[in-house]
């Protein structure tokens, strides 16, 4: 373990041991945090980084797991989240904790608002808002409903909220996953920024190139272990030795190797205008035509907001906006596809973007998420049959690799990647014709991206189209045969594998010009 700096330690984490029915999470971890600096904690989904986080914030009270955590130079026992954020930790969980009807203000203050005479002192809410706003950068009114304002503007709302509770040891579970370039290195200048006046933070992220931008040092855990902890500047840290320490081995290329086999178009959108759901006069897209061919992976690029997602869910079924014209031809005939229902039985699957609200019915156990979508396949006469139904899901719980006990165990227990894997497999056992990927490796580690990557290589090589939406322009660029660019609801160009780079896919991103 490499010494970063002198500066006297926050936080010390002593063989923690954490279990759940059936599997071990954490066995004998150890985390030495130093005042002052960013520390990240680095691994595979399901290594165990969160629940080390919950561990550490009260979630997982004292009593639950075995270990020691010595904060400020004395053993804690903290049995809830209270009582961690009473000594100065806050944790910021990926599933941001705002309730989206309520005002910024009164999000920043709820269960912790002032009072005067036993009554909440409004005034004073307001005037500590507005301050703690300014502090974060951001220039809202405190009075602005949280529903009104994007996740980047959220995320800025949660660390406002931490700093309302005098904040020591800032946790922040996957902060920039969902957001967009802009608003990911606002947030990071904002955490040099609390650096720079003595508040430590500790952050989970599967960005290796942010990490590698603001952290001190990394603890890299492996299959609930601490493999190690690097000094950033002093070990000469870069992606590569991150990724070595995480998987254990070197990723000698970040996407497989993938000779495509393309076969003729199958699947074409033509004049395909749509409107907000509920602005009458706003187009969310306007006039789109694309084409994919058999074997081909097409790629979407377009910055937030574009209008990609919206595009997607249109098609699927019209299951976004109100469709006010255009035509969809698969196979040579035009098809109509007005439900979901009809999408897939006509051969379509969809990947959400979010995939605990719109991909998950997360009360559900992974073999009854595994068939949803296709009952037929293991169903007589109405009626599922549970041994298919297992056997289902078994095979795709193996072909994946899906980290889990056994496929009853709930989706909800699932990290990230898995989740993700669980989802794929919804779609798989569909067969689509064409499956539409929309971030399909958002908040998924390095290694779990390389397999999913393979995933999706494998189905373009059965013949299949593929669609992926990603606002990360490196892997769309290392994926993708075709990539369209989107911008304000239009298609404003497509590229080639051979022609495409970083530089020629932003002018078409930020151009108003209509593909020819």
């Known amino acids: 373990m490499s010494e970063t700096t002198t500066a006297p330690t926050i936080l010390e984490m002593r063989s923690i041991t954490k279990e759940f029915p059936g599997v071990k999470a954490l066995s004998e971890v150890n985390l030495l945090v130093k005042v002052g600096e960013v520390h990240a904690i680095c691994g595979e989904n399901g290594a165990g980084k969160s629940t080390l986080m919950k561990v550490l914030s009260g979630v997982y009270p004292f009593g639950s797991y075995q270990g020691d955590i010595v904060y400020q130079n004395e053993v804690q026992q903290f049995r809830d989240i209270r009582a961690s954020e009473a000594a100065g930790i806050v944790i910021i969980h990926q599933e941001l904790a705002l309730i989206p009807e309520l005002s910024i203000m009164e999000n920043i203050f709820l269960g912790n608002e002032p009072t005067r005479f036993g009554v909440i002192n409004w005034a004073e809410a307001r005037r500590r808002s507005i301050d703690l706003l300014a502090r974060v950068g951001l220039a809202e009114d405190p009075d602005t409903p949280i529903k009104e304002i994007g996740v980047g503007k959220q995320q800025l709302v949660e660390i406002a909220k931490a700093l309302n509770k005098s904040v020591k040891l800032l946790i922040l579970d996957e902060p920039t996953a969902a957001l967009n370039e802009n608003d990911s290195q606002h947030l990071l200048d904002l955490l040099l920024g609390l650096k720079g006046k003595g508040i430590t933070s500790i952050m989970i992220s599967h960005k290796l190139n942010e990490i590698e931008q603001i952290s001190d040092s990394i603890t890299i855990i492996r299959d609930g272990k601490s493999i190690e902890t690097l000094d950033v500047k002093g070990d000469g840290v870069d992606e590569d030795r991150i990724i070595r320490g995480m998987v254990g081995r070197s990723l000698e290329s970040r996407f497989p190797d993938h000779t495509p086999a ?46 990609r997602t919206e595009l997607a869910r249109s098609l699927f079924g019209r299951s976004y906006g109100r469709y006010i014209s255009g035509h969809i031809i698969k196979d040579g005939k035009e098809i109509t596809l007005k439900t979901v229902r009809q999408a897939i039985d006509h051969g379509l699957g969809y990947v959400t973007e979010d995939r605990k609200a719109l991909g998950l019915n997360l009360l559900d156990d992974i073999k009854t998420t595994t068939v949803a979508a296709n009952l037929k396949g293991v ?3 109405f009626v599922v049959n549970e041994d298919q139904e297992f056997q289902v899901a078994e095979d795709y719980r193996k072909s994946l690799r899906t980290k889990t006990p056994t496929v009853e165990e709930g989706v909800a227990k699932l990290s990230g990647g898995n989740q993700q894997k669980v989802v794929l497999a919804k779609w798989m056992f569909t067969d689509p014709d064409l499956l539409i990927l929309d971030e399909p490796t958002r908040g998924i580690d390095v290694g779990a991206k390389y397999e999913i990557y393979g995933i999706i290589q494998k189905l373009a090589a059965q013949g299949k189209g593929v669609i992926v939406i990603s606002s990360e ?22 590229l080639d594998k051979a022609e495409a780079d970083q530089e020629n896919l932003m002018k078409l991103m930020t151009a108003k010009r209509q593909a020819a």
């Open 262 to 307: 393309i076969g003729e178009t199958f699947f074409e959108v033509k004049d395909w205008t749509v409107a907000h759901p509920q602005v009458e006069d706003r187009m969310v897209c306007k006039g789109s035509e694309f084409f994919v061919r058999r074997g081909e992976i097409v790629g979407f690029a377009g910055l937030m907001g574009a209008g």
């Open 379 to 381: 169903s007589k006469h």
């Open 473 to 494: 322009l490196p892997e769309l660029l290392g994926l993708s045969d075709r990539i369209y660019t989107i911008f304000e609801g239009s298609i404003t160009g497509v």
